[in-house]
């Protein structure tokens, strides 16, 4: 069973959470940009949370079906649809064999994930299959996908492959080139998805060497996201911070989330596709639950910063894996009540 990537849109890569334990040997962890969606995907499938999946950035990707699948879309609403008729996000779907998904404009967010049961089959590299563009490493080929590409995918779960064919069995009866569940991911489950959103974080290491009038400001002045962003970092424009005084700092480790200041004083928020290490002061870290909002968030869109303790952040962080817990066996019952 395969997809073939008809057209590849502005940006389609293939991610699973990342490639963790090598960030000593200088290589990034890369994955989704959204984990949530990435996640919330692939149990809709009947995957393991950490499968391979389609991540597909603004507009314009085309894929063609080669055999009956179970599918799902989360994530930003690309205006997905099947031999042009829309189709919802966060449920599964059944896609006919030899029928087409496209992305038209992007009505909210800035990527959807595709996640297709069995999970996309590309070869492990570092433990992972994601795809880390500037090394060439991992996903197919090491590379963004382009039209022509064909990619395979594994067997469905047990639970999956029951629901693919009681969804086969209720379409015969109705026309038509997909059938949604009738079930789905509802909004109350969803992170805090939104325009322009308020993005919490904590204090930074290097927060104190600041001065007043900065941290003032990085907490109530809004932020537009430029378009010199992308996987590895958002580049902000907004109020100018400045230090209370020259700071040499060694360079340390950084993570998703990162507010590093540069000597200009426009930060620059890490992202999936961060480097290992950075030198410039950290005056922030965004709290891992608003890491997939921000993920949404787009060039030319403004984001606001609020200031949370560590421990509210553990307990939103907490809180969080716990509702997804609960909506992963939700999902199992579901699939397998057919």
């Known amino acids: 069973m395969s997809i073939q990537i008809v057209n590849p849109g502005l940006l389609t890569t293939i991610q699973d959470k990342g490639r963790f334990g090598f960030q000593q040997q200088g290589v990034i962890v890369s994955g989704a940009m959204d984990s949530f969606a990435l996640r919330a995907a692939n149990v809709l499938v009947g995957n393991e949370e950490n499968a ?8 314009g990707t085309s894929i063609r079906f080669e055999a ?13 649809v099947i031999e042009g008729e829309p189709v919802p996000l966060w449920r599964p779907l059944l896609i006919k064999e030899g029928a087409t998904l496209e992305f038209g404009a992007c009505r909210s967010g800035a990527r959807a994930y595709v996640a297709v049961a069995g999970g996309i089959d590309v070869p492990l590299v570092m433990h992972s299959r994601s795809t880390y563009l500037r090394a060439g490493i991992g996903g197919h080929e090491g590379r963004a996908l382009k039209a022509g590409d064909r990619l395979g995918f594994g067997p469905p779960s ?3 492959e029951g629901y693919l064919k009681a969804r086969q069995a209720a379409s015969a009866l109705r026309a038509g080139r997909w059938l949604a569940a009738e079930w789905f991911v509802g909004s109350e489950s969803l992170p805090a998805y939104a325009k322009d959103p308020v993005i919490r974080v904590i204090r930074g290491r290097e927060y ?5 009038e900065s941290q003032t400001a990085f907490v109530t002045r809004p ?11 958002y580049r902000l424009q907004g109020e100018t911070l400045a230090l209370k005084e020259s700071l040499e700092t060694l360079s340390e480790a950084v993570s998703f989330g990162t507010v590093q200041v540069p000597p200009e004083g426009n930060p620059i928020v890490l ?8 030198g410039y002061p950290r005056i922030a870290q965004v709290i891992t639950t608003d890491l997939p909002v921000l993920a949404q968030a787009k060039p030319g869109d403004s984001i606001r910063f609020a200031e949370v303790s560590l421990q509210e952040a553990q307990e939103l962080h907490i809180r969080r894996e716990l509702e997804f817990e609960r909506l992963t066996r939700a999902i199992k019952l579901y699939l397998k009540a057919r």
Do not use: K, W, Y
């Open 208 to 212: 104190d060497s600041f001065t007043e």
């Open 223 to 233: 932020f537009r996201i430029t378009p010199q962003s992308d996987r590895m970092g």
């Open 68 to 80: 009956d699948s179970l599918i799902s879309i989360c994530g930003g609403n690309l205006s997905p």
């Open 271 to 278: 992202m999936a596709d961060r480097q290992t290490i950075g």
């Open 52 to 59: 391979a999946a389609l991540e597909v950035t603004l507009m």
């Open 158 to 160: 047990e639970s999956a």
